[in-house]
Nanobody, 127 residues
Framework: QVQLVESGGGSVQSGGSLTLSCVAS????????MAWFRQAPGKEREGVAA??????TTYADSVKGRFTISQDNAKKVSLQLSSVKPEDTAMYYC??????????????????????WGQGTQVTVSS
C-alpha cells in the first residue's frame, strides 16, 4: 500500500511562484507513475502535469510553460507553479499509478488512470 501526502500549498499573489511537494510512503511492488491534478470549486478534477516515459513530462495546455513537475528523489515529487493566475486557484492533488518494474508511464491526465491519491493541498491565487 502506498500513501501520498501533499504539502506546500498556500496563498500567493498573481504572477508569483509556489512549490508543492508530494511524499510517498509505504510499499510498492513496482514503480510509481506520478501526476498532479487540481480541482476548483464546482469543477471536475483535471490533470495538470504527469511523468511520461520517453517524452519526460506532459502538461495541460492551461499550465504549459508555467508549471514544472520534477522528481526530487525516489519518494518525493514536486510541482513548481510559476507566473500563477487567479484561475490556478484550486485544491491540488498528487496521484500515482503502480506499474511493473521496467514499465512505462503514459503521462495520462485522466483521473481514472490513477489509483493512489493524496489528501490535497490548497492553492489560492489573489489578483
Amino acid at each position: 500500500q502506498v500513501q501520498l501526502v501533499e504539502s506546500g500549498g498556500g496563498s500567493v499573489q498573481s504572477g508569483g511562484s509556489l512549490t508543492l511537494s508530494c511524499v510517498a510512503s509505504g510499499s510498492s511492488i513496482g514503480r510509481l507513475c506520478m501526476a498532479w491534478f487540481r480541482q476548483a470549486p464546482g469543477k471536475e478534477r483535471e490533470g495538470v502535469a504527469a511523468f511520461a516515459s520517453g517524452v519526460g513530462t506532459t502538461y495541460a495546455d492551461s499550465v504549459k510553460g508555467r508549471f514544472t513537475i520534477s522528481q526530487d528523489n525516489a519518494k518525493k515529487v514536486s510541482l513548481q507553479l510559476s507566473s500563477v493566475k487567479p484561475e490556478d486557484t484550486a485544491m491540488y492533488y498528487c496521484a500515482a499509478r503502480q506499474v511493473g518494474w521496467g514499465g512505462i508511464c503514459s503521462g495520462s491526465g485522466r483521473r481514472d488512470d490513477y489509483t493512489n491519491w493524496g489528501q490535497g493541498t490548497q492553492v489560492t491565487v489573489s489578483s
